[in-house]
């Protein structure tokens, strides 16, 4: 299976002057883990994510003064939509992340996350990558 299988076409894109409060309001409104933030001034894209507001509250920072601008990450590991979902899933699991965005011409097709691997594997009769310790047989 590829991720343009399993990946979300609807993304959430923020800005970078949204507050992690509006951030976090819109994520949890849609009940998902992270926005796009593209940023025209540096024609960048970057993701913001649950961990990234968790981490600012629990240092005490204020989400109605926080931007996301200030706690995206913009090293971001894309994805191509004819990629495998193995592939999909060993550079999560190599960046230590649970988010890809999904480029397709220069431009953000959608986005995918471990659930959507595993929701994938699962329907297929497989619960973990194959050859990884957690692989059970179907």
């Known amino acids: ?5 399993a990946m ?3 993304v959430l894109t923020i800005g970078p002057a949204h507050t992690l409060r509006h ?4 994520m949890s409104g849609r009940r998902i883990g992270a926005a796009v933030v593209l940023d025209p001034d540096t024609c ?3 993701i913001l994510t649950e961990r990234d507001v ?4 629990g240092r005490g920072q204020d989400p109605d003064l926080e931007t996301a601008h200030a706690h995206v990450t913009t090293d ?7 990629w495998t979902l193995d592939q999909a899933a ?3 699991v190599r960046g230590g992340f649970r988010h ?7 431009g953000v097709a959608g986005i995918i996350s471990v659930r959507d691997v595993l929701r994938c594997w699962v329907g297929a009769g497989r619960t973990a990558a194959p050859g990884s310790a957690a692989a059970v047989p179907a």
Not at 1 to 5: A, E, G, K, S, T
Not at 23 to 26: P, S
Not at 100 to 106: E, H, Q, Y
């Open 44 to 46: 960048g894209i970057g």
């Open 54 to 57: 968790l981490n600012a509250l």
């Open 8 to 10: 979300s076409p609807v």
């Open 100 to 106: 890809l965005v999904v480029l397709d011409g220069g």
């Open 90 to 92: 060993a550079a999560m």
């Open 76 to 82: 971001v590991v894309f994805a191509g939509p004819e």
């Open 1 to 5: 299976m590829l991720v343009r299988d």
């Open 23 to 26: 951030a976090a309001r819109l």
